[in-house]
């Protein structure tokens, strides 16, 4: 039996979280012994001791933009060589194999791959746009260190190879799977008494991290026209942030209070319901103003029979066929992604055509089974 050690950057439930537990839930236990260490406790650690997944904490640092300074960088190097190191001790003697990194932000594989021997397989959900010089860091890093790399879709692909950091060869793109939503009316009902809406209420909702590319200020600013002219319409802005980063939810809501229509508005912080919440929503919407890699909350959207709407780069170019499944509007342009989903406000024909079609593309290219037995196929490699 192999072991698999998987480092991860936190221990919450957004998509990269979602993808991690599928893998070390579904992966074959007579071939495949995951061992988990993350940097924190959460709903993650919870959800795989649950299911009998081997978990550890050991609170190793993240890269992220905190340590973007010179006392950061001095912080960082000082945690780094301490915690590797107690990564290291925990599983030196369990005959790892592979270590599978499940994000750009961890660094601790580069370590434990000379102190274990084993092989290291990196799993890249981003897309680093800004700073530069961090995409062409990490790219170096990525292409140098990694005996395979695992990338969500083409243009995370494109990005990286982009650099000239990453050999083509070491490269393969593997689609995030989703489980199909199987819910019922019954089973989210409680949705519509909990935000007092109509039944003829048409709810159109964003799932994600409050950051500074998600795109809730575009989806405020293109929502609140069609608010305005439609009181049948009800919007939903659902996500956390990150510690240190309260600001952006405290500026959202500031936004929000200032809209003649905030009593049609719902901010809430992450919840763990999201499978309900998408079949409760009508339209689902995804603004991100750098393309995101491949967005796992428009594959839950398109397992709940939903018609999406985004702009067009990224991953999200590679799950929505435009005018097919949903709609594209023009990247970082506000009052086209207004236009687009107002046509699907206006045209519930649409919604349940293009929502069909989604489901039939989620069936067929991002099931979970695929995908796991793909990962399954790579660790034997």
Do not use: C
Request: charged share 25%; no cysteine; aromatic share 10%.
């Amino acid at each position: 039996m192999k072991s698999i050690l998987y480092l991860h950057a936190g221990s919450e439930m957004y998509g990269a979280d979602k993808i991690l537990l599928e893998i070390v839930t579904g992966i074959d236990k007579s071939q495949f012994h995951p061992i988990v260490v993350l940097p924190s406790e959460g709903i993650l650690a919870q959800n795989m001791r649950e299911s009998g997944i081997e978990v550890y904490i050991i609170d190793y640092p993240i890269l992220r933009r905190k340590y973007f300074n010179l006392k950061g960088i001095l912080e960082y190097t000082k945690q780094y060589k301490n915690k590797s190191g107690l990564i290291y001790k925990l599983v030196k003697d369990r005959n790892i194999t592979t270590i599978h990194v499940n994000t750009a932000a961890v660094l601790e594989g580069i370590y434990l791959k000379n102190k274990l021997n084993a092989k290291l397989l990196w799993h890249i959900h981003e897309i680093i746009v800004r700073p530069k010089l961090i995409n062409y860091f990490l790219s170096f890093l990525i292409g140098k260190f990694s005996d395979q790399i695992i990338v969500v879709s083409k243009a995370v692909k494109n990005h990286l190879i982009a650099t000239n950091l990453v050999k083509e060869e070491k490269v393969t793109v593997l689609y995030n799977g989703v489980e199909l939503n199987t819910l019922v009316p019954k089973d989210y009902e409680y949705l519509t008494k909990e935000f007092k809406v109509a039944q003829d209420t048409i709810k159109v909702g964003m799932i994600g991290r409050i950051n500074a590319w998600k795109g809730q200020t575009d989806f405020l600013t293109a929502i609140n026209p069609i608010l305005a002219n439609n009181s049948k319409v009800k919007a939903f802005i659902i996500g956390g942030v990150f510690e240190g980063e309260e600001w952006r939810r405290d500026d959202l809501i500031q936004k929000i209070n200032k809209s003649p229509q905030k009593n049609q508005i719902e901010l809430l912080d992450f919840r763990s319901d999201t499978k309900a919440l998408f079949r409760f929503f009508d339209i689902f919407v995804l603004p991100s103003t750098n393309p995101d890699p491949l967005p796992t909350v428009v594959l839950e959207a398109m397992a709940a029979a939903k018609p999406v709407v985004g702009y067009g780069h990224g991953g999200i170019t590679e799950m929505v066929v435009d005018n097919y499944n949903g709609i594209l509007a023009t990247p970082n342009n506000p009052s086209d992604l207004s236009m687009t989903i107002k046509e699907l406000v206006d045209n519930p024909e649409e919604r349940v055509l293009y929502g069909t079609r989604s489901l039939d593309r989620q069936r067929e290219l991002y099931s979970v089974d695929v995908f796991i037995r793909n990962i399954e196929d790579i660790y034997n490699k």
